[in-house]
């Protein structure tokens, strides 16, 4: 584990040097030099080149050996082949942090020359920021030691951006859009210091109000979810994932070197965790801003009021998107407004004042929102019109967000007007969440929401003690064969030591055998082929149900013989499994893996022959709490059937937890199993529990 508690002297330096500083103003290091000069760093600025001379009025030195005073940073802006050099003088000189500006390694290729240098920095105490970054902002210290053509404006927003360009333009944007910034760095190729090693200091940085984080790769995965979360739980961590196409996850991984995470296990996983992902780099920006300054509504009851049914109608479907919770009492919302509306408007949510509307209508119909005791938070939407125009709304904002800010969230969103934006541009220096597009106004009251909600549910983990010992001399047997996946019989053993009920079978190895067991389990059977190279036997025809005497059971046996010789003539066929027919029920599949990028991660969804046709699955880490877990089986389209679709009786979702639980609990307790799945794992109606019908364990 790496230790963060030190990069105050990256933010709070004293002395930094700038190696590659040019008098030539088209250089990179010319321009880092002129921003940490004319950005007022409080500390001491030593411009470094061979040349020495005057540089911007400093002097400059030969090389960092010959500075007398300690230098905290050092900046290296030469081309990649004298960089090690330079840090073999920095490591001379005690410096601290290494900021390497310069690109030519392992995003190209050159992955040994970047080694040897973070190793060699390792050794020797000294820590790299990049290579391949653009440098740093932070506005602790005023220093500018990034090659950034606009001056980045001082504020409470941290940036860490693993793209360099993507970094340095948000600089200027967040300038346009009236955001100020704790501080802004890009991590490159992430030689030594990472996103998890920033957000540590971050998370207790007290400048810093709100965290955003562009990523493409994700080294640590586990560690980066652990630190987010309890970032999260001080203040926001809002972050754009690059790499949700197949394309995009290409593109990532040819950029930076760094393979991106499985995308929908981490979207999954950040929502688990907390952490706000955003799709844009401006709802990013907006919502960022929103939530850190903005109070935490009560409740999620949310109230649109618009002069437009269509603008109303597109908030709506915006609204379902972002999961932002209109509030639909229809009684308490004719009581409250049908008075202050027009007989041809509308009281429902959305609110429809009608093309008609002026300022005072809006007045009158925000003040009793703002009132109202189950309206947690207001979308002020309007239409421009010939009676409400551009100055009505900016009038109208201001009062309402001086009224509100105190009371409860509100965004408002405008339609039409001079097409300029320069007055909401205004009015976002005032500090009105305003916004021209309709879906980012709506989706950052969404990302309000999420975060308050995560931060207000408990998310106690849940244990479950496992029998260890009688699993591992189950895998031992394997492991002493050289086998990877555990044969059908071991796997419901192991399913049996953890108390997931199965039905009662036993492994036939011919057709004789097989009706002998079926006498003592009890007619009528299921038969199934046990083979370690069929994965999915109903593919090759290797499952036969609801089998009724030993004529019916001989004859299953032969054909299901024959389907597999036919389909997979080289599988090795270990027998068949003759199992208690089950009643109908609900397939899912529930399952734990270990996955290389998060660690234990536990997983849900349709089961059955749908999993690899719906592909209807959802994720989250383990340790998970019970809530966390029914977060997970709500966000599949099957858990509307476990609930009692169309008249259907609810099932037993208490005990799909509990399995997934148990699951959980064996995939951290036992190293040696990779993953292991139920499918199908069929559901009862409620208090009837469940059966497990099919098991796969994979051995690391
Ligand atoms: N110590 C001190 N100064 C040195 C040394 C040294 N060991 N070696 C060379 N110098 C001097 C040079 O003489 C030169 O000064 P001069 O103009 O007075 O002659 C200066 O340092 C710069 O060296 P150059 O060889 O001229 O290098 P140049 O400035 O052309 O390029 C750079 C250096 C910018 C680091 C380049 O190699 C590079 O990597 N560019 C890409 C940077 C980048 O994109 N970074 C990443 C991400 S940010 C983003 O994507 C937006």
Redesign the pocket.
């Known amino acids: 584990m790496k230790n963060t508690s030190c990069l105050k002297p990256l933010f709070e330096p004293q002395s930094i040097a700038i190696?590659?500083?040019?008098?030539?103003p088209?250089?990179?290091?010319?321009k880092i030099l002129k921003n940490a000069i004319t950005g007022g760093f409080k500390g001491k600025i030593y411009p470094?080149?061979?040349?020495k001379g005057k540089?911007l009025n400093l002097n400059a030195y030969?090389?960092?050996s010959v500075v007398k005073d300690n230098i905290d940073i050092v900046c290296?802006?030469?081309?990649?082949k004298?960089?090690f050099?330079?840090i073999k003088?920095c490591v001379k000189k005690k410096v601290k942090f290494a900021i390497i500006?310069?690109?030519?390694f392992s995003e190209i290729g050159n992955i040994k020359e970047e080694q040897k240098i973070a190793s060699f920095a390792k050794q020797n105490n000294l820590r790299i920021l990049?290579?391949?970054?653009?440098?740093i902002y932070s506005a602790k210290a005023s220093l500018n030691a990034t090659?950034s053509q606009t001056k980045p404006q001082a504020g409470s927003l941290a940036i860490v951006s693993q793209?360099?360009?993507?970094?340095?333009?948000m600089i200027g944007k967040t300038k346009q859009e009236n955001i100020g910034l704790s501080s802004i760095l890009?991590i490159?190729n992430k030689s030594d210091i990472n996103s998890c090693d920033l957000l540590n200091y971050l998370k207790d940085d007290l400048s810093t109000k709100a965290i955003l984080i562009y990523l493409e790769g994700i080294t640590e995965g586990e560690r980066f979810i652990k630190t987010a979360q309890q970032t999260g739980l001080k203040k926001p961590v809002i972050v754009i994932k690059s790499g949700r196409s197949k394309k995009g996850a290409q593109a990532a991984k040819s950029h930076t070197g760094s393979l991106s995470g499985e995308d929908q296990v981490f979207d999954a996983i950040a929502r688990q965790h907390g952490i706000i992902r955003a799709e844009t780099i401006q709802q990013a920006l907006s919502w960022s801003k929103f939530i850190s300054s903005t109070l935490f509504p009560k409740g999620s009851n949310s109230l649109i009021v618009t002069n437009g049914g269509g603008f109303g109608v597109l908030a709506t479907d915006a609204a379902e998107k972002y999961k932002v919770n209109l509030y639909n009492n229809k009684e308490k919302l004719k009581k409250n407004y049908s008075s202050l509306i027009p007989s041809f408007g509308s009281f429902l949510n959305p609110i429809d004042l009608t093309g008609q509307a002026k300022l005072k209508d809006y007045q009158a119909i925000m003040m009793s929102a703002l009132a109202d005791q189950n309206i947690d938070s207001v979308l002020c939407l309007a239409c421009e019109t010939a009676v409400f125009n551009e100055n009505d709304f900016n009038t109208m904002a201001i009062s309402l967000y001086k009224k509100y800010k105190t009371k409860k969230p509100v965004v408002f969103s405008f339609l039409g007007g001079s097409g300029k934006n320069s007055s909401f541009f205004d009015l976002r220096s005032k500090g009105v969440p305003v916004f021209s597009d309709l879906s980012i106004a709506v989706s950052t009251l969404g990302a309000l929401d999420f975060y308050t909600n995560w931060k207000k549910t408990p998310n106690g983990e849940e244990k479950y003690i496992i029998d260890e010992q009688k699993i591992n001399l189950i895998i031992k047997k394997a492991v002493d064969e050289e086998r990877k996946i555990l044969g059908s019989e071991e796997a419901i053993k192991i399913l049996e030591i953890l108390k997931i009920s199965a039905p009662k079978s036993k492994l036939a190895k011919n057709a004789g055998q097989a009706i002998e067991f079926a006498k003592l389990i009890g007619y009528p059977v299921v038969l199934k082929i046990d083979s370690k190279d069929i994965i999915h036997k109903t593919d090759v025809k290797g499952v036969k149900l609801n089998l009724k005497n030993p004529n019916d059971l001989k004859t299953a046996f032969e054909e299901i013989l024959a389907n597999c010789r036919k389909v997979q003539p080289n599988a090795k066929i270990d027998g068949m499994e003759v199992s208690q027919m089950i009643p109908q029920g609900i397939d899912v599949i529930v399952g734990a893996n270990n996955n290389s990028s998060f660690g234990p991660t536990i997983m849900f969804g349709s089961g059955g022959v749908n999993v690899e046709l719906f592909k209807d699955i959802s994720f989250r880490t383990f340790p998970a709490s019970k809530n966390q877990i029914h977060q997970m089986i709500k966000e599949t389209k099957v858990s509307s059937l476990l609930r009692g679709f169309r008249g259907g009786r609810p099932k037993d979702i208490q005990s799909i937890v509990s399995t997934i639980i148990k699951l959980g609990a064996a995939i951290r307790q036992i190293p040696l199993i990779k993953e292991i799945e139920i499918n199908p794992l069929v559901i009862f109606d409620k208090g009837s529990s469940v059966k497990a019908l099919d098991a796969r364990i994979i051995l690391t």
């Not at 290296?76 to 990649?80: D, E, G």
């Not at 500006?101 to 030519?104: D, H």
């Not at 990049?130 to 440098?135: A, I």
């Open positions: 190696v590659g500083a040019s008098q030539n088209d250089k990179i290091g010319h470094i080149n061979p040349k540089i030969e090389n960092i290296i802006a030469i081309p990649a004298f960089v050099g330079v003088d500006i310069s690109s030519g990049g290579p391949n970054v653009f440098g090659f793209s360099g360009a993507l970094g340095i333009a890009s490159g």
